[in-house]
């Protein structure tokens, strides 16, 4: 009997430029990073590559330090070639007299993580394809090498940060995720000072699930009982209990820890993405808005308990059916009870007519979320005096 051929399994160019990265990677220090994609650059026929991360503030894609990466000045998100890719998520090419600078986005599971930017005497389908390749597993080293070191921290931090903030940034969970039948985007002001907002969020099978807290006070105190509340929903969360149970252990936490003269306002929600069926539970937390065809059509109001720490009653749940594309805006009271430019307060008539302006744009949810967190920090004079925390979702189904 006649042996059937075997497969080639001969190492192809692409397969051997994609293997230096992915041999090398387990053992990969972070610092050498840099060092490993400008090779894998100039094999391609590449040169001036540059790894830019988003700043803390998310103003800024600034440059990775590392031998043989391009440095130079930051690039303002909203004025740069750079910019565009990072927030649509999007190849851009920028033709030059030496050639054409191509932006690839650096994603991880939905999370924008930068931008990778390389220089090509000229671009055919082919590089196309191996530098979407590249850009993915640059992504992926980043996101795992991140816990190892405090390169790509000091990169993105452009300005000293308390140890409150300290302690929140470490707390969250990646800024957005993009998936098929949802999608998450969070934003926190101000950035290098924050207290007591924090959210959380777990893709569970197909039930999503989010927390938005606010938690009493400012600086260290506030850090510290967000982090006790934050902890405590997780563990309730993982022992996959119901909202009603998780209520009651983030309650039971902060009472213990806190005393009964402290609390922490909370808004936690679970959502069936392949129906699109909402729950949720107010714990003294202001109302979400529900989005649906890009205008603000309603306050998710219902029953609300007293915040967690305060011993208050047995929560109702209440119940919503989406529509396919309907977003969820949940906030902190931060958000809207800032005295604009010293006068009267914000105010949620501001915040929904602004929602509905950029809503107007038909851009995602990390674009959406960045814009009306900035929109909302000018109209509020360019500053805040206590945290302003925004997390849209969108069920896509």
């Known amino acids: 009997m006649t042996a059937e051929p075997r497969a080639d399994r001969s190492e192809s160019f692409g397969e051997a430029l994609l293997g230096a990265v992915l041999d090398r990677a387990h053992e990969l220090p972070p610092h050498l990073i840099g060092p490993l994609v400008a090779d894998v650059v100039k094999r391609l026929g590449g040169h001036s590559p540059q790894i830019l991360l988003q700043d803390y503030g998310q103003l800024l894609l600034v440059p990775l330090p590392g031998e043989g990466l391009e440095g130079g000045a930051p690039h303002v998100i909203d004025d740069a070639a750079s910019g565009h890719c990072f927030l649509d998520a999007l190849t851009v090419e920028l033709p030059l007299d030496d050639g054409v600078r191509l932006h690839l986005p650096l994603l991880d599971g939905g999370d924008q993580v930068g931008v990778m930017a390389v220089t090509l005497d000229r671009v055919d389908d082919d590089d196309r394809r191996m530098l979407r390749r590249l850009s993915n597993l640059v992504a992926d080293l980043l996101v795992t090498k991140h816990g190892y070191s405090d390169l790509f921290f000091r990169t993105r931090r452009g300005e000293a940060m308390s140890v ?104 936690m929600m679970q959502l069936d993405t392949t129906t699109g069926h909402l729950q949720w539970v107010n714990a003294g937390h202001p109302a979400p808005l529900l989005v649906r065809d890009h205008r603000v059509t309603r306050q998710l109001v219902g029953p609300t308990t007293l915040p967690v720490g305060l011993g208050g009653a047995e929560p109702e749940v209440s119940e919503l059916g ?76």
């Open 164 to 267: 409150a903030a300290e302690i929140q940034w470490s707390l969250l969970p990646p800024l957005a995720m993009i998936m098929p039948r949802v999608a998450v985007a969070g934003v926190l002001e101000p950035a290098y000072d924050l207290a007591g907002d924090s959210f959380d969020y777990a893709l569970n099978g197909d039930v999503l699930h989010v927390a938005v807290i606010d938690a009493m006070g400012h600086g260290l105190g506030a850090a510290t009982m967000a982090t006790v509340a934050i902890g405590a929903y997780r563990h309730a969360r993982r022992l996959r209990t119901g909202l009603k149970e998780i209520y009651a252990f983030m309650d039971e936490a902060v009472a213990e820890q806190f005393g009964a003269d402290h609390f922490v306002t909370a808004q």
């Open 322 to 397: 989406l529509e396919r594309g309907d977003r969820l805006l949940c906030f902190t009271d931060g958000l809207i009870e800032e005295h604009a430019a010293g006068e009267e307060q914000f105010g949620e008539d501001q915040l929904i007519d602004w929602v509905n302006r950029l809503e107007a744009t038909g851009r995602g949810v990390r674009a959406v979320a960045r814009a009306l967190s900035h929109t909302l920090k000018r109209a509020r004079g360019g500053h805040t005096t206590d945290d302003a925390t925004l997390l849209l979702v969108e069920w896509r189904r």
